[in-house]
């Protein structure tokens, strides 16, 4: 997503295909509301994910946080993001202006002046269109920190980092990148977000989990670990699917452009590819979870799944589809792997979003010097870049609101459920909901 309209001019010409310029601005316009639409619809399936994966006393606080999350990142990309990311990009970051608005050529149209239309249908899309389809993409980031330090973080901190995460950590990210920065001038490759979307939630996870520690009771004294599978496999499992069915806008609306056969072509070829891995992480990763986890484990095909997804998004618009299928195996296979090796670190991720997201979003990135176009050297740039800057300004801000608010719930509360413990509410109210010993 590096230049919108440079993508959108680079297919066949208007001339060859017999579109009219205007029909071609009304088709991109199109394609990024519907698909954005569409994306925004994923903040359902990480909601039912997640409250399908905690245990049932925390089940309502997941829903509280994810309609959160979706709200504070929308204003947040609104006021100063979207600015920061695609306005005036330098070699780090864009303009520090508030609020993002339909263009003066626009007004004029909506006001009734036909000789503004040109210019406007020049700009090859509605402005608003592509704010909005980039704004479910930082919400999508967000999300990804929800559910790994779930079942113990307090609403309001979370709520604070998100902001701080929409508004200027995954802008800059992004300024590098598709806001053509000076990762972008070095040629990085990731043409709908392993790094920039899935590896920034991934790492600002990863520090939000050590910061705030694991749950209560869940690494005991003897070493073991006390095993919390999903308290609901269908809602769980409902997730998987919600979140499938947006990935394919995720990856094919980031072709950014519907307004050419080019372009149709391109865009059918990235969802199968999309298809292709996801279901090629499932199976592979239920492959390995009887010798690695010691049985055929649900969680680890859900996983493998969005493994799968997320390991093709930095490069699915390759030609040679074969390709996917072993990109997307070796997601569900390293994310499978993942998992057990946080385990034995004693990193407690409730719902694998470390696993699936960031190292999965690691290889992905890595593999489109496979066959989608990206110097090695320079794609593993991009990844110790973005996860050095993501890491580092995640674990300070984590770190001083622990220090300064406290990020964590009472122990009583944990013990209690979120929901009863802060909402004053039960997600199953005709279940009697008993603490769980340590």
């Known amino acids: 997503m590096l230049d919108t309209f440079s993508v959108a001019t680079s297919s066949v010409s208007i001339a060859q295909v017999g579109v009219s310029e205007e029909t071609q601005f009304i088709l991109n316009t199109f394609a990024f509301l519907v698909w954005g639409a569409l994306i925004m619809w994923m903040a359902a399936g990480f909601t039912m994910l997640e409250s399908g994966a905690v245990r049932t006393k925390n089940a309502s606080m997941i829903c509280l946080k994810n309609i959160g999350i979706y709200s504070v990142a929308g204003l947040a990309y609104y006021i100063v993001g979207y600015n920061l990311m695609y306005t005036d990009v330098g070699d780090f970051f864009g303009a520090l202006k508030f609020f993002y608005a339909t263009s003066a050529d626009e007004i004029s149209l909506l006001g009734g002046s036909e000789s503004a239309l040109a210019d406007v249908v020049g700009n090859g899309y509605?402005?608003?269109?592509?704010?909005?389809?980039?704004?479910?993409?930082?919400?999508?980031?967000?999300?990804?920190?929800?559910?790994?330090?779930?079942?113990?973080?307090?609403?309001?901190?979370?709520?604070?980092?998100?902001?701080?995460?929409?508004?200027?950590?995954?802008?800059?990210?992004?300024?590098?990148?598709?806001?053509g920065g000076w990762l972008a001038e070095a040629g990085f490759v990731d043409f709908a977000g392993s790094s920039i979307v899935h590896g920034t939630g991934g790492w600002?996870?990863?520090?939000?989990?050590?910061?705030?520690?694991?749950?209560?009771?869940?690494?005991?004294?003897?070493?073991?670990?006390?095993?919390?599978?999903?308290?609901?496999?269908?809602?769980?499992?409902?997730?998987?699917?919600?979140?499938?069915?947006?990935?394919?806008?995720?990856?094919?609306?980031?072709?950014?452009?519907?307004?050419?056969a080019a372009d149709a072509v391109a865009m059918s070829n990235v969802l199968v590819n999309t298809n292709l891995a996801a279901s090629a992480g499932?199976?592979?990763?239920?492959?390995?979870?009887?010798p690695l986890l010691g049985r055929m484990d649900i969680f680890a095909g859900m996983n493998g799944a969005i493994a799968g997804l997320v390991a093709i998004t930095a490069g699915p618009n390759l030609?040679?589809?074969?390709?996917?299928?072993?990109?997307?195996?070796?997601?569900?296979?390293?994310?499978?792997?993942?998992t057990k090796g946080l385990e034995r670190l004693k990193v407690d991720d409730v719902v694998g979003a470390i696993p699936a997201h960031l190292v999965s979003g690691i290889w992905g990135t890595l593999?489109?010097?496979?066959?989608?176009?990206?110097?090695?050297?320079?794609?593993?740039?991009?990844?110790?870049s973005i996860g050095?800057?993501?890491?580092?300004?995640?674990?300070?801000?984590?770190?001083?609101?622990?220090?300064?608010?406290?990020?964590?719930?009472?122990?009583?509360?944990e013990r209690l459920g979120q929901d009863s413990g802060e909402l004053g509410i039960e997600s199953y109210p005709e279940f009697v909901l008993m603490p769980e010993e340590d």
């Open 204 to 260: 600002a996870a990863l520090a939000g989990v050590l910061v705030v520690g694991p749950r209560l009771g869940k690494y005991r004294e003897d070493g073991s670990v006390k095993p919390t599978p999903p308290s609901n496999v269908l809602v769980f499992t409902l997730g998987v699917f919600i979140l499938w069915l947006g990935w394919f806008a995720f990856n094919g609306g980031s072709q950014l452009a519907l307004g050419s």
């Open 282 to 290: 499932v199976l592979a990763a239920l492959a390995v979870s009887r």
């Open 388 to 413: 050095v800057f993501v890491f580092v300004a995640s674990y300070v801000l984590w770190w001083l609101m622990d220090t300064l608010l406290g990020i964590r719930v009472s122990a009583q509360v």
């Open 126 to 179: 509605a402005v608003m269109s592509d704010w909005f389809f980039q704004m479910v993409f930082v919400a999508t980031a967000a999300s990804i920190v929800s559910g790994a330090i779930a079942e113990r973080i307090k609403i309001w901190p979370f709520f604070l980092f998100t902001l701080f995460l929409t508004a200027l950590i995954y802008p800059i990210v992004g300024a590098w990148t598709w806001g």
């Open 319 to 338: 030609t040679d589809h074969r390709w996917a299928l072993l990109i997307g195996a070796v997601g569900g296979l390293v994310c499978t792997v993942a």
């Open 367 to 384: 593999a489109v010097t496979i066959a989608a176009g990206g110097r090695f050297h320079i794609q593993l740039l991009g990844v110790v």
